[in-house]
């Protein structure tokens, strides 16, 4: 007698747990649907895209998702083709500094202004622009994509400290680092000393790499330390 009641017992408690999972697997199957026919959507995307873009912007696509690429090539920018020929023109500007580089050379470089630009959520086209700039103001930090990326990544955590423009950053902490003849390795050493003057004297990040335009190549010759010119500013 007591099995007579287990059985339907335990079929009613299936049956109230079977229907909540049958729904849960259908709203799955329609999730699952609907992002497969938005990664095809972005796939016809791209492809009509790669007509009008050039190598640079061809081969960033050629390994980045939908996601990627918003987050990591245009930053802050909207994705679109004009964005993706930005990115295509900087690159090959900073490129032509770079030009004894072979392609398989260069797209250590390319990657490294990928990564940079994720690193610091900032635009792979204002990294790349950056890029540009830093390696022509010292070729040496060029020399390497490890070299000039530290720097880069140096450059735009200045910029956003001090609310200078990349440009401008770019010419202060290299101008710096050249007075000093510092290596591209010491580019964090570099904002860090400038950030702590900054932390615990009246001048600005601004202001003392102005004062360094005159003072730093004055200092460097009398063997006075990056940290030393940096209190004595």
């Known amino acids: 007698m007591p099995a007579s009641f287990t059985i339907p017992s335990i079929f009613t408690a299936v049956d109230k747990f079977s229907a909540p999972v049958r729904t849960m697997g259908s709203n799955m199957q329609a999730f699952v649907g609907k992002a497969e026919a938005g990664l095809a959507r972005a796939e016809r995307g791209f492809r009509k895209l790669t007509p009008v873009l050039g190598g640079a912007a061809k081969q960033f696509l050629s390994f980045a998702s939908a996601a990627a690429v918003s987050a990591a090539i245009v930053g802050g920018v909207h994705f679109s083709v004009k964005s993706l020929q930005e990115y295509e023109t900087a ?25 940079v630009a994720k690193a610091t959520k900032q635009s792979s ?12 103001l010292n070729a040496k930090f060029a020399e390497t994509s490890e070299g000039i990326g530290s720097v880069a990544k140096a450059t735009i955590i200045l910029s956003k400290a001090s609310r200078e423009d990349l440009g ?30 900054t932390a ?34």
């Open 125 to 136: 086209i204002a990294t790349a622009q950056a890029f540009e700039k830093i390696a022509g």
């Open 91 to 115: 690159v090959q500007s900073f490129r032509t500094i770079v030009s004894t580089l072979t392609d398989q050379e260069f797209s250590k470089y390319q990657d490294k202004i990928n990564e």
């Open 200 to 233: 615990v004297g009246a001048s600005s990040i601004a202001q003392t790499a102005d004062a360094f335009v005159n003072f730093g190549s004055v200092a460097s010759s009398a063997n006075i330390t990056l940290e030393e010119s940096v209190g004595l500013v």
């Open 168 to 197: 401008k950053s770019a010419e202060n902490l290299v101008g710096i680092m050249n007075q000093f003849s510092l290596s591209a390795d010491q580019a964090d050493r570099t904002i860090n000393v400038l950030a702590a003057g």
